[in-house]
Structures are given as structure tokens and as C-alpha cells.
T-cell receptor, first 111, second 114 residues
Framework: SQKIEQNSEALNIQEGKTATLTCNYTNYSPAYLQWYRQDPGRGPVFLLLIRENEKEKRKERLKVTFDTTLKQSLFHITASQPADSATYLCALSSSASKIIFGSGTRLSIRP | DTAVSQTPKYLVTQMGNDKSIKCEQNLGHDTMYWYKQDSKKFLKIMFSYNNKELIINETVPNRFSPKSPDKAHLNLHINSLELGDSAVYFC?????????????FGSGTQLSVL
């Protein structure tokens, strides 16, 4: 069955460092990969979408890579700030399948 | 104005009761969804409507019945609530029903069945 795994349930890093979150998938050939941010008590908020034929996508301090050979996406936040603390969800979709979500990585940025 | 709004925010009820959650979007989107987020934070799709037509109906107990009176509204009615129904339910919308559409979520309804 299709499976999405996001590295470690929680990630703690020092302010100013680059946070790197991982999304791995198996038994799936997604055409699109999305990243969302979810704050406590709120719904997920869309951040970035990357297509299977794109290697990298950037938006301000955010960078996403998509490696269909490794079946992995990396999500980077450079110059991290305490306000970046949240849970980050990856989501995959293809023409044959609805969007499916990973369980998320809880990121904490300490001052 | 909130783009996707759902009510109530919290719902505490006894087993066996019937309850409804309402959702409205003012984004002009054609597609709306209900997702369930369990205690392990997995978001699982339950239903999707495109222009008031049901297009996704996952393996969900018949006790759950969605209703879309128009494309801006999608309600979820749950009959005979069970302990296992306790979760956070999210309404979402997207411009279309294409699989690469980004989703806009409401703030969730935390359902607790006692």
C-alpha cells in the first residue's frame, strides 16, 4: 500500500540554522508534492508545490527538492526563526490518486 | 473574512448522539472536502464534492453523511456517534478537482465523544 513517512516526529534546532525536513514515500509515483504548515489548533496552510519534473523550488527562505529516484522530498527553512515553529506536512498526489498526507514533523526553533 | 469557516470549533457529546458540522467557503472554489485528523496527526480524506456532486467517498461508515446544498457549503452529519469518532475534522476547498490543486483548510472541529 502507499506509504508516506516524514522523518522524526519532532525536530529541534537553534535559531538561525537551516532546518531540513524529510518526506519519503513508497509504492507510489506522485506527480506532485506539496508542503503545508500546521499550527496548533489550526488547519494546514499551503506553502509550496513541486512537480515531478522539477528538481527544486524556492519561496523566500523555503526550499523544496523532489527526487523521484530516491522517492524523497527535502524541505529546507534557512535562517530559521522561532516563528517557524510548527508542524510541517508533506502531501503527494498523482493523476490516478487523490492527495495523501504524511503525519508531519513538529519543528521547534529555540532562540 | 475567513476563507474557509467551519462550526462548531469544539463539539463534546455522548455516544449514540447525532451531530452536524457545518462548513462554508467564500473563495468561489468548486471543490470542497472533509478530512479527519486522528491522534497521530494523519490527515485522511473522507469525502469530496465538486459543484455539489460527490466525487470522492472513502471507506467511511454509513453513519457519516455529507451534504452540499450549494458549492459554497459542505456539511457533515454523523449519526450514532462512537468513541472512535473522536478526532479533529477539517473542511477544505480547492479551485477545482484536479489532483494538483492546493487546499485551503478551515480551522477544524475537535469532536470528543464520551
Amino acid at each position: 500500500s502507499q506509504k508516506i513517512e516524514q522523518n522524526s516526529e519532532a525536530l529541534n534546532i537553534q535559531e538561525g540554522k537551516t532546518a531540513t525536513l524529510t518526506c519519503n514515500y513508497t509504492n507510489y509515483s506522485p506527480a506532485y508534492l506539496q508542503w503545508y504548515r500546521q499550527d496548533p489548533g489550526r488547519g494546514p496552510v499551503f506553502l509550496l508545490l513541486i512537480r515531478e519534473n522539477e528538481k527544486e523550488k524556492r519561496k523566500e527562505r523555503l526550499k523544496v527538492t523532489f527526487d523521484t529516484t530516491l522517492k524523497q522530498s527535502l524541505f529546507h527553512i534557512t535562517a530559521s526563526q522561532p516563528a517557524d515553529s510548527a508542524t510541517y506536512l508533506c502531501a503527494l498526489s498523482s493523476s490516478a490518486s487523490k492527495i495523501i498526507f504524511g503525519s508531519g514533523t513538529r519543528l521547534s526553533i529555540r532562540p | 473574512d475567513t476563507a474557509v469557516s467551519q462550526t462548531p470549533k469544539y463539539l463534546v457529546t455522548q455516544m449514540g448522539n447525532d451531530k452536524s458540522i457545518k462548513c462554508e467557503q467564500n473563495l468561489g472554489h468548486d471543490t470542497m472536502y472533509w478530512y479527519k485528523q486522528d491522534s497521530k496527526k494523519f490527515l485522511k480524506i473522507m469525502f469530496s464534492y465538486n459543484n455539489k456532486e460527490l466525487i470522492i467517498n472513502e471507506t467511511v461508515p454509513n453513519r457519516f453523511s455529507p451534504k452540499s446544498p450549494d458549492k459554497a457549503h459542505l456539511n457533515l452529519h454523523i449519526n450514532s456517534l462512537e468513541l472512535g469518532d473522536s478526532a479533529v475534522y477539517f473542511c477544505a476547498s480547492s479551485q477545482g478537482a484536479v489532483y494538483n490543486e492546493k487546499l485551503f483548510f478551515g480551522s477544524g472541529t475537535q469532536l470528543s465523544v464520551l
